[in-house]
């Protein structure tokens, strides 16, 4: 089976402040439906109060990250279903769907290379 992220940028998500518990919740209440169906593997979200470091060969840690990936925060769901198409199916049709509801936002559907060792 291959896995599949489930992605959002926090700035698009747009609600009042007072709303921010009924979001987490129904962000939970998705959560916990995948997990029961057994195709959740893993999720959070990046915690944007802690600037990210980057580590090198030599075993030194730089302040920053890459140009490209400065930007990245947000919620971030990885679930494991048995095809592509499947997983387009139940985005579609279920998982981002459900979570764009409880976020207030689109959701992003990427696959994760196959790797047996992994």
């Excluded at 962000?27 to 470091?53: M, Y």
């Excluded at 990250?65 to 925060?73: C, D, H, M």
Aim: glycine fraction near 6%; proline fraction near 7%; charge should be negative.
């Amino acid at each position: 089976m291959s896995k599949y992220l489930i992605s959002f940028p926090s700035p698009d998500m747009k609600f009042p402040e007072e709303d921010l518990e009924a979001v987490a919740q129904a962000a939970h209440e998705v959560l916990r439906e995948a997990k029961a169906a057994g195709v959740w593997v893993f999720g959070g979200g990046i915690d944007e109060s802690i600037a990210p470091v980057m580590v090198d060969a030599q075993r030194v840690i730089h302040p920053g990250t890459y140009p490209q990936t400065a930007q990245i925060e947000g919620g971030y769901a990885v679930l494991e279903l048995p095809s592509y198409e499947q997983a387009v199916f139940w985005a579609a049709n279920f998982w981002a769907a459900k979570f764009a509801a409880a976020c207030r936002c689109a959701q992003e559907l990427r696959v994760f290379q196959d790797d047996p060792e992994s």
